[in-house]
């Protein structure tokens, strides 16, 4: 399982947090999402398939604009389809 999370800050930057910090009350996932394992210290990384592609996030941080523009797209996609659903749980924190 990977130790971290990557949520979205309140500046609109993905960032890992501890997961040691959550409680997670549904492991609920999309269905089009990605899943990949590592069988060392059993790992595992999980996101929208446009995320999946490798180095990803470093050239994101990197201000790289096509990373920048793709992470926008899928994460108002998500975001508006997604949004009954997770806005009616007490524990999402509202956009």
């Known amino acids: 399982m990977t130790d971290e999370f990557r949520l979205v800050n309140d500046e609109g930057e993905p960032i890992l947090v501890p997961r040691s910090r959550f409680d ?3 492991d609920w996932l999309p269905n089009d ?3 990949e394992e590592a069988e ?3 790992w595992y990384w ?3 398939p446009q995320f999946a592609v490798q180095g990803f996030f ?3 941080h990197d201000g790289n604009n096509h990373e920048r523009q793709v992470f926008a797209d ?3 996609r998500l975001w508006h389809h997604y949004e009954a ?3 009616a749980q ?4 509202k956009r």
């Open 33 to 35: 999402w990605v899943r």
């Open 74 to 76: 899928v994460y108002e």
């Open 24 to 26: 997670v009350l549904d």
């Open 46 to 48: 999980c996101g929208p």
């Open 40 to 42: 060392v210290d059993a």
């Open 58 to 60: 470093e050239r994101w």
């Open 90 to 93: 007490e524990m999402v924190l």
């Open 85 to 87: 659903q997770l806005g």
